[in-house]
């Protein structure tokens, strides 16, 4: 099979993606699920049936034995379909054969983690209806007893998790306490790990709330915002109370959802495993917020005019008609590898779980017939502050999350680390992140950093200013909103991509000046002691199109971004991108790509380099 990041297969090859559509959505949520996404659940639930273990995916084979929950994310929807005919009807009865036949066919394959979360969902939700000795025969439910457990993926001894990020804590409590609800085992152990859960979460979230995905190192993104609207679904889900607590820090995750409100339906843009990941984050954290009446009145009825543009621009932009599937992998996206297209025929199920499951919650709040609210641009701008900043974490180094709202975008600049194996990738570099304008390349690794200078010294070293941030502060004047921080060294650019490599003999001063219409960054770089910087590269992979240069001055006819200038490097250039496989976001491919360098420096201390960009 060829490897998705390399190239695209026949079958997922296509035109150009074509942007978010964005006039109002006149259909309620609901009309959009019914209309759209159980006829695509039909289609995949018939196409199992058919080709069975054959099955193939906008030409790729789905059962490859890469996709480790893929039985779980069939479960749910499978059960989705059951559970959404009409009691005492030939559909009704032909549901429950086919989702018997289908977890026959399925038992004896892998599911982990996640895979068993979802498949005890799935169960427990047939159990709740009273169909669940109908659906699975009795020798595979045993099976499914006896592998359907937290204890494949969690140590026993102490609770530890098993090579596995902070947010499978709430995996592993769900599967724990799903098996209690369908009768497998006591209370106890989904009280324990519910207690690991929750322990764990506010040590490794401090008192601003957010969780390190690391034990510390400083990988913050959108799971990191997530996790705990994912433990108030848990626990509304399995009917547990959601302690105040816990409505307390969703409160904080709710701020950022609304703060990024827009009626692109764009999501969270940095991290990784964003792509649909992203938009869908904010469905499941805003959903869990109105439930728990974490919002008001008015933010509730905003939240779902936000939520019902990321499912109109789901069915629009993320949903491939003439393929029958989710589209993440061609027309120039790109996914990391944890999410790549050997998982096409999960992706597409976990997603319309996703979006299933988040409108059922809005139905139940009695939103079921209701249009979603037109002005949504109009309130966001008037209630949403234009800059805010979020703490996650303060110590040694310092994490934030800046978000600043400008002409209908919004720019989310992550102030973080993204750990062991994340650090080098440009989803988590110091960038004003924004959908259709900046962009970060999965997997990119130290290759073509990503409008951050790589500096090269005399000795051959070279180093970029990604890890280690100081001292975050911001101001505001007549002219615009300024964020600085400092860094007392660099990261070295290396083939090691784990933890990051701190070099001190560079150090620096960063200051972003957001202003209407405009994104500038100014670095100042100290070199101490013999250290001598001989070579500064600076790159720029954009979405805009059809430049034409003038000095260090870039001007784009075409895209988003407008302008793009440089100060303080000699020489600019710019080349048109096509059908080059690296430089591919989740939401498309870039156009073009400014690299501007400057390769006899003179020995000067401050070093100081300006970027600036224009948009529309």
């Given at each position: 099979?060829?490897l998705?990041?390399?190239h695209?297969?026949?079958?997922?090859?296509?035109s150009?993606?074509?942007?978010?559509?964005?006039?109002?959505v006149?259909?309620?949520?609901?009309?959009?699920?019914?209309?759209a996404?159980?006829p695509?659940?039909?289609?995949?639930?018939?196409k199992?049936l058919?080709e069975?273990m054959?099955?193939?995916?906008a030409?790729y084979?789905?059962?490859?034995?890469?996709?480790?929950?893929?039985?779980?994310?069939i479960?749910?929807?499978?059960a989705?379909?059951?559970?959404?005919t009409?009691?005492a009807?030939?559909?009704?009865?032909?549901?429950l054969?086919?989702?018997?036949?289908?977890?026959?066919?399925t038992?004896?394959l892998?599911n982990h983690?996640?895979g068993?979360?979802?498949?005890l969902?799935?169960?427990?939700?047939?159990h709740e209806?009273?169909?669940?000795?109908?659906?699975v025969?009795?020798?595979?439910?045993?099976?499914?007893?006896?592998?359907?457990?937290?204890?494949?993926?969690?140590n026993?001894?102490?609770?530890?998790?098993?090579?596995?990020?902070?947010?499978?804590?709430?995996?592993a409590?769900?599967?724990?306490?799903?098996?209690?609800l369908?009768g497998?085992?006591s209370?106890?152990?989904?009280?324990q790990?519910?207690?690991?859960?929750?322990?764990?979460y506010?040590?490794?979230?401090?008192?601003y709330?957010?969780?390190?995905?690391t034990?510390?190192e400083g990988?913050f993104?959108r799971?990191?915002?997530?996790?705990?609207a994912e433990?108030c679904h848990?626990?509304?889900?399995t009917?547990k109370?959601?302690?105040?607590?816990?409505?307390?820090k969703?409160r904080?995750a709710?701020?950022?959802?609304?703060?990024m409100?827009?009626?692109?339906g764009?999501?969270?843009?940095?991290g990784?495993?964003i792509g649909?990941?992203?938009?869908?984050?904010?469905?499941e954290?805003?959903?869990?917020?109105?439930?728990?009446g974490?919002?008001t009145?008015?933010?509730?009825d905003?939240?779902?005019?936000?939520?019902?543009?990321?499912?109109?621009?789901f069915?629009s932009f993320?949903?491939d008609?003439?393929?029958?599937?989710?589209?993440?992998?061609s027309?120039g996206?790109?996914?990391?590898?944890y999410?790549?297209?050997h998982?096409?025929l999960g992706?597409?199920f976990?997603?319309?779980?996703?979006?299933?499951?988040?409108?059922a919650?809005?139905v139940?709040?009695?939103y079921?017939?209701?249009?979603?609210?037109?002005?949504?641009?109009?309130?966001?701008d008037?209630?949403?502050?234009?800059?805010?900043?979020?703490w996650?974490a303060?110590?040694?180094y310092?994490r934030?999350?800046a978000?600043?709202?400008?002409?209908?975008h919004?720019f989310?600049?992550?102030?973080?680390?993204?750990?062991p194996g994340?650090?080098?990738?440009?989803?988590y570099?110091a960038?004003?992140?924004?959908?259709?304008?900046?962009?970060?390349?999965?997997?990119?690794?130290?290759?073509?950093?990503?409008?951050l200078?790589k500096?090269?010294l005399?000795?051959?070293t070279?180093?970029?200013?990604?890890?280690?941030?100081k001292n975050?502060?911001?101001?505001n004047?007549?002219?615009?909103?300024y964020?600085t921080?400092?860094?007392d060294g660099?990261?070295?650019m290396?083939?090691e991509?784990k933890?990051?490599q701190?070099d001190?003999r560079?150090?620096?001063?960063?200051?972003?000046?957001?202003?209407?219409?405009s994104?500038?960054?100014?670095d100042e770089?100290?070199?101490?002691?013999?250290a001598?910087?001989?070579?500064?590269?600076?790159e720029f992979?954009?979405?805009?199109?059809?430049?034409?240069?003038d000095g260090?001055?870039?001007s784009?006819?075409?895209g988003?971004?407008?302008k793009?200038?440089?100060?303080?490097?000699?020489y600019?250039?710019?080349?048109?991108?096509v059908?080059?496989?690296?430089?591919q976001?989740p939401?498309?491919?870039?156009k073009?790509?400014?690299?501007?360098?400057s390769?006899?420096?003179?020995?000067v201390?401050?070093?100081?380099?300006?970027w600036t960009?224009?948009?529309?």
């Amino acid at each position: 099979m060829l490897l998705l990041n390399e190239h695209v297969h026949a079958g997922m090859a296509g035109s150009e993606v074509a942007p978010p559509v964005t006039t109002p959505v006149q259909q309620p949520m609901n009309y959009l699920v019914q209309e759209a996404l159980y006829p695509q659940l039909d289609f995949l639930a018939q196409k199992l049936l058919n080709e069975r273990m054959q099955t193939t995916l906008a030409g790729y084979p789905a059962f490859n034995g890469k996709d480790k929950f893929l039985p779980g994310k069939i479960a749910t929807g499978m059960a989705h379909i059951l559970l959404n005919t009409t009691a005492a009807t030939p559909a009704r009865e032909q549901a429950l054969k086919n989702f018997h036949d289908i977890a026959d066919m399925t038992v004896a394959l892998d599911n982990h983690s996640w895979g068993i979360y979802y498949y005890l969902l799935a169960l427990h939700q047939i159990h709740e209806a009273g169909l669940l000795e109908h659906a699975v025969s009795p020798a595979t439910l045993a099976k499914l007893k006896q592998q359907l457990d937290w204890r494949s993926f969690v140590n026993v001894s102490d609770l530890k998790l098993i090579n596995l990020p902070t947010n499978y804590y709430g995996v592993a409590f769900g599967v724990a306490r799903l098996r209690m609800l369908l009768g497998w085992e006591s209370v106890a152990s989904s009280e324990q790990l519910l207690s690991k859960l929750l322990t764990h979460y506010d040590a490794h979230s401090g008192q601003y709330g957010f969780s390190d995905e690391t034990d510390g190192e400083g990988r913050f993104d959108r799971y990191s915002i997530l996790l705990i609207a994912e433990i108030c679904h848990r626990l509304i889900e399995t009917g547990k109370e959601v302690r105040p607590d816990l409505k307390l820090k969703l409160r904080k995750a709710a701020d950022i959802a609304l703060a990024m409100s827009n009626t692109h339906g764009d999501g969270f843009s940095f991290g990784r495993s964003i792509g649909a990941y992203g938009d869908t984050a904010i469905l499941e954290i805003l959903s869990a917020s109105a439930y728990l009446g974490v919002l008001t009145a008015e933010e509730k009825d905003y939240a779902y005019a936000y939520s019902t543009r990321i499912f109109n621009k789901f069915r629009s932009f993320w949903y491939d008609p003439q393929l029958h599937s989710v589209d993440l992998w061609s027309k120039g996206r790109k996914t990391d590898a944890y999410r790549g297209v050997h998982r096409v025929l999960g992706e597409n199920f976990s997603l319309l779980h996703q979006l299933l499951t988040t409108n059922a919650i809005w139905v139940k709040m009695g939103y079921a017939q209701t249009i979603p609210k037109s002005d949504l641009q109009a309130w966001a701008d008037k209630t949403q502050p234009r800059f805010r900043l979020d703490w996650f974490a303060r110590g040694e180094y310092d994490r934030a999350l800046a978000t600043y709202r400008d002409r209908q975008h919004v720019f989310s600049l992550l102030l973080a680390n993204g750990g062991p194996g994340q650090h080098a990738n440009s989803p988590y570099y110091a960038l004003p992140f924004s959908s259709e304008l900046i962009a970060g390349i999965p997997d990119s690794g130290f290759a073509h950093p990503q409008l951050l200078p790589k500096l090269t010294l005399d000795d051959g070293t070279e180093l970029i200013a990604t890890a280690f941030i100081k001292n975050i502060q911001t101001t505001n004047d007549a002219e615009g909103q300024y964020l600085t921080y400092q860094q007392d060294g660099l990261t070295r650019m290396t083939a090691e991509t784990k933890s990051p490599q701190k070099d001190t003999r560079v150090k620096l001063q960063s200051r972003y000046q957001f202003a209407p219409g405009s994104i500038s960054r100014t670095d100042e770089y100290q070199q101490t002691g013999t250290a001598r910087i001989r070579q500064v590269s600076l790159e720029f992979a954009s979405f805009s199109d059809e430049a034409s240069i003038d000095g260090n001055s870039i001007s784009f006819s075409q895209g988003g971004i407008t302008k793009f200038s440089v100060e303080g490097l000699e020489y600019c250039s710019v080349k048109k991108l096509v059908n080059d496989t690296y430089f591919q976001t989740p939401s498309g491919p870039f156009k073009s790509l400014i690299t501007c360098t400057s390769k006899q420096l003179i020995p000067v201390t401050p070093l100081i380099i300006k970027w600036t960009m224009q948009y529309q």
